[in-house]
């Protein structure tokens, strides 16, 4: 299986900050890498498609870039209700998905 | 909208098997794979397998072949993850979840909203 590490695992940063997560395959998965944000008590939800492309309604503070093997996922200036878990997940090898072992977000 | 509305949280003994449902709206269920990714406590996100609503197709993610079974009911739009043999550690929060093609990855979205499935005696 393709094994997906997110770094760091965990982030403390302030409201209006700049952040990047990254996440790094154990192969080349082209850009078949998607991002969700998961809130206490919640489902995940798409955020990035196809390693740069914004979901619907995802406000545009949120951008992904990257392919092969290293991604990041930037917040440009982050609002309050951008504390949550980020996960990476790849679906190069589809229908056999992973995701990384998320980044958890935290108010400094 | 389209949504997905899972079932209660359910309590079992080691053992025992549990069935999860997964009830489809707002789409048409018979043209989207339904997969199921499970999250314990405080832990990631953990695939568990896939099934085509049209075929009745499915693949399990290795770890869970042998103890889970996917299927669906196409007269009510819903999908069910059955797992068998419960032990303390499948104690988790099990997820369905649409899948969808966009440029070329497969991806999910909406999400159930989850559902506490409990391993204890």
């Known amino acids: 299986d393709i094994q997906m590490t997110q770094s760091p695992s965990s982030l403390s940063a302030s409201v209006g900050d700049r952040v990047t997560i990254t996440c790094r395959a154990s192969?080349?998965?082209?850009?078949?890498l998607n991002w969700y944000q998961q809130k206490p008590g919640k489902a995940p939800k798409l955020l990035i498609y196809?390693?740069?492309s914004l979901q619907s309604g995802v406000p545009s503070r949120f951008s992904g870039s990257g392919s092969g093997t290293d991604f990041t996922l930037t917040i440009s200036s982050l609002q309050p209700e951008d504390f949550a878990t980020y996960y990476c997940?790849?679906?190069?090898?589809?229908?056999?998905?992973?995701f990384g072992q998320g980044t958890r977000l935290e108010i400094k | 909208q389209v949504q997905l509305v899972q079932s209660g949280a359910e309590v079992k003994k080691p053992g025992a098997s549990v069935k999860v449902s997964c009830k489809a709206s707002?789409?048409?269920?018979?043209?989207?794979?339904i997969n199921w990714v499970r999250q314990a406590t405080g832990q990631g996100l953990e695939w568990m397998g896939w099934?085509?609503?049209?075929?009745?197709?499915?693949g399990y993610a290795q770890k869970f072949q042998g103890r889970v079974t996917m299927t669906r009911n196409t007269s009510i739009s819903t999908a069910y993850m059955e797992l068998s043999s419960l032990r303390s550690e499948d104690t988790a929060v099990y997820y369905c979840?649409?899948?969808?093609?966009?440029?070329?990855?497969?991806?999910?979205?909406?999400w159930g909203q989850g559902t506490l499935v409990t391993v204890s005696s």
């Open positions: 979840a649409r899948e969808y093609q966009r440029e070329m990855t497969e991806l999910f979205d909406p």
């Open positions: 707002g789409y048409t269920f018979t043209s989207y794979d």
């Open positions: 099934m085509n609503p049209n075929s009745g197709n499915t």
């Open positions: 192969q080349s998965i082209s850009s078949y």
């Open positions: 196809a390693a740069s």
């Open positions: 997940q790849q679906s190069y090898s589809t229908p056999r998905i992973t």
